[in-house]
């Protein structure tokens, strides 16, 4: 059973920082690209950061570039997204996404698993 498991959401004041991290179980990420989408109650889930099996490409919505950063660590199976210089507009339900191949998609229904999510609110 694969399972995806979002920490480190909060609450933070704009301009501050929060790394969420993204911890996979029951298959190994090794092989697959993963993802960071946002979701807004009342509209539609967002693709915010992706990046490749091996790491060697990574993605950024435009709203987040030069602020947000993608890593893994495919030895903990764990996915992170740092995000700095936060704004009030980031505030939203972060989901962390796994797709069975090694390359990023940038839309939900590329996506095959999916955790619960973590709540982010920025304060303004």
């Known amino acids: 059973q694969v399972q995806l498991v979002e920490s480190g959401g909060g609450l933070v004041q704009a301009g501050g920082s929060l790394r969420l991290s993204c911890a996979a179980s029951?298959?190994?990420?090794?092989?697959?690209?993963m993802a960071w989408f946002r979701q807004v109650v009342g509209k539609e889930r967002e693709f915010v950061a992706g990046i490749s099996y091996s790491a060697s490409s990574t993605y950024y919505a435009n709203v987040v570039k030069g602020r947000f950063t993608i890593s893994r660590d495919n030895a903990k199976n764990t996915v992170y997204l740092q995000m700095n210089s936060l704004k009030p507009e980031d505030t939203a339900i972060y989901y962390c996404a796994r797709r069975t191949t090694p390359m990023v998609a940038t839309t939900k229904d590329g996506y095959d698993f999916w955790g619960q999510g973590t709540h982010v609110t920025v304060s303004s």
């Open positions: 029951g298959r190994t990420l090794s092989s697959d690209a």
